[in-house]
């Protein structure tokens, strides 16, 4: 337990060091942090300047990770991403040159300005971990993080991603606009120097594989496990659902609401932790019908009328 209060003290540091150059982003930094404790990848979606980029590398910096940034271009190849063998002339042999997802947090900055081949090339590491190239597989050094950018869809030079690699995504956020006042407090915090230059690391990467690990241990009932799978159930059976979510998408809910809980300072899941993170989990995995578009129905009001007609679990969890 004093380790863990220890940790959240940390963790703590780092959701300090997102808002001060993020700012009235608190909840999309404590996504963040849920994803990369939960050991799985995020997806920002949103309209350019709105600080996704900015995030990745305050996120970065307060854990002295390796930092690799790829940005995504109509012309990227999946080489340029994984890397590519090359023939040394001197040892007569091929030596291979490692690509930038060969890093602990890798910015994939607006990855669906490139085709879905490309795309599809980071999904042997955020997998399995490891990359594949000439038949020979390397593993990926922990922790490995990717947090891919994307703008809206609508946006002229975008490709749609795969519906596979969007279920590789354990969370996909939206950072959004900031209110007046914090577009103000933006401008008067810029207005001297760039805030990203006085972060310091508050955590080093063995502390985070530790907490990681921590984060396994949390405990989840029973009947929270049965809670994720009646939600999720409903989310196959639904008339305005073409496609459900997939058993990834369960283990996804139960490990995000296992680093929430852990994020909270409680070493066991509530159902709270659940319904506040389904909307975030569980609607980019999903694929409505035709007519469901046509009416305007949205993923995110599906999920959470399921969430809100789906029974709670009444048994007490331990304190």
Not at 81 to 103: A, C, H, M, V
Not at 188 to 196: G, Y
Not at 211 to 227: C, N
Request: some cysteine.
């Amino acid at each position: 337990m004093e380790k863990m209060i220890t940790y959240n003290e940390k963790i703590a540091n780092v959701l300090a060091n997102i808002e001060q150059v993020i700012i009235g982003k608190k909840d999309v930094a404590t996504l963040s942090l849920v994803a990369l404790l939960a050991r799985g990848h995020v997806l920002l979606e949103d309209v350019p300047g709105v600080g996704k980029t900015m995030l990745v590398r305050t996120l970065a910096k307060s854990l002295a990770c390796d930092f690799k940034r790829i940005q995504f271009t109509p012309d990227l190849l999946p080489s340029d991403i994984t890397g590519i063998s090359i023939y040394n002339p001197k040892e007569l042999e091929f030596e291979f040159r490692e690509g930038p997802i060969f890093g602990n947090i890798v910015l994939a900055d607006e990855i669906n300005r490139t085709s879905p081949k490309t795309q599809s090339s980071l999904l042997e590491g955020m997998e399995e971990e490891s990359v594949t190239v000439d038949g020979v597989t390397r593993q990926l050094e922990q922790p490995f993080f990717v947090m891919a950018t994307q703008n809206p869809i609508e946006y002229e030079g975008t490709y749609p991603l795969p519906e596979a690699q969007l279920d590789r995504f354990i969370l996909k956020l939206k950072m959004g606009y900031p209110t007046v006042a914090e577009e103000l407090l933006m401008l008067e915090t810029r207005s001297a120097s760039d805030p990203l230059q006085h972060i310091q690391s508050v955590m080093t990467k063995a502390e985070l594989i530790e907490i990681q690990s921590a984060v396994e241990q949390v405990h989840i009932a029973k009947s929270i496990q049965k809670y994720i799978i009646n939600i999720v159930t409903m989310t196959r059976d639904h008339e305005s659902v073409y496609l459900g979510v997939s058993p990834r998408g369960s283990i996804a809910l139960m490990e995000t609401a296992k680093a929430y809980a852990y994020i909270q300072g409680r070493d066991y899941v509530i159902p709270d932790d659940v319904k506040y993170l389904a909307p975030f989990v569980l609607t980019h995995r999903m694929i409505l019908t035709s007519l469901a578009k046509y009416d305007n129905q949205t993923s995110e009001q599906i999920i959470m009328s399921i969430v809100k007609d789906t029974p709670i679990p009444i048994r007490k969890e331990p304190q």
